[in-house]
């Protein structure tokens, strides 16, 4: 299975609920980051989050890493429905190369 | 004021043949990447230029090749063009080769018939 792995698959949620998103990964980490892709474009960044930090918070998005476990969770509060999107994870490790998860795509319903 | 453009933003051509893939970053980055989405969305690296230096080469068939003629530009030509190598490519950029932010193109959606 591939480095960055998401979970859930699809997540569907009414406004206003919170999403929560799973990323396991396999070997060590510099850094996580977490991107989010509109259907028919490019990648945003919405967060990097060190191998020595444990959690950071930007506006509605909080991210946790647990090194331990290899394991990293992206949490969208009060969501909307321009929310609506893919989310990616991407692990930097040795190399300086990201390596991108598969994606969850969430769904907020109005 | 894009700050990473490609062109074209569609491409659609017959096995076989040869196209090319522009792009521009005028962020003032030395990094450049080549991604391949596929048709489930999973996005791998193919090659990352540093200040017009290749740094990554992912296993990726020769018949692509990427050109960096300076570092705000990233160029990706693909010979002999197969089915398999349709999908959409994103280009990227960031200031520097590790621990960084990086900032993506709009992508150009690639269909070989």
């Known amino acids: 299975s591939q480095q960055g792995e998401e979970d859930p698959q699809a997540l569907s949620i009414q406004e206003g609920e919170n999403a929560t998103m799973n990323c396991s990964y396999k070997?060590?980490?510099?850094?996580l980051q977490w991107y989010r892709q509109n259907s028919g474009r490019g990648l945003v960044h919405l967060i990097l989050i060190r191998s020595n930090e444990r959690e950071k918070h930007s506006g509605r998005l909080r991210v946790t890493l647990d090194t331990s476990k290899k394991s990293s969770s992206l949490l969208i509060t009060a969501s909307r429905a321009a929310d609506t999107a893919s989310y990616f994870c991407a692990t930097e490790g040795s190399g300086s190369r990201l390596t991108f998860g598969e994606g969850t795509q969430l769904t907020v319903n109005p | 004021d894009t700050a990473v453009s490609q062109t074209p933003k569609y491409l659609v051509t017959q096995m076989g043949n040869d196209k090319s893939i522009k792009c521009e970053q005028n962020l003032g980055h030395d990094t450049m990447y080549w991604y391949k989405q596929d048709s489930k969305k999973f996005l791998k690296i193919m090659f990352s230029y540093n200040n017009k230096e290749l740094i990554i080469n992912e296993t990726v068939p020769n018949r692509f090749s990427p050109k960096s003629p300076d570092k705000a530009h990233l160029n990706l030509h693909i010979n002999s063009l197969e089915l398999g190598d349709s999908a959409v490519y994103f280009c990227?950029?960031?200031?520097?080769?590790?621990?960084?932010?990086?900032?993506f193109g709009p992508g150009t959606r690639l269909t070989v018939l």
């Open positions: 070997t060590s980490i510099n850094n």
């Open positions: 990227a950029s960031s200031h520097s080769a590790t621990s960084d932010t990086q900032y």
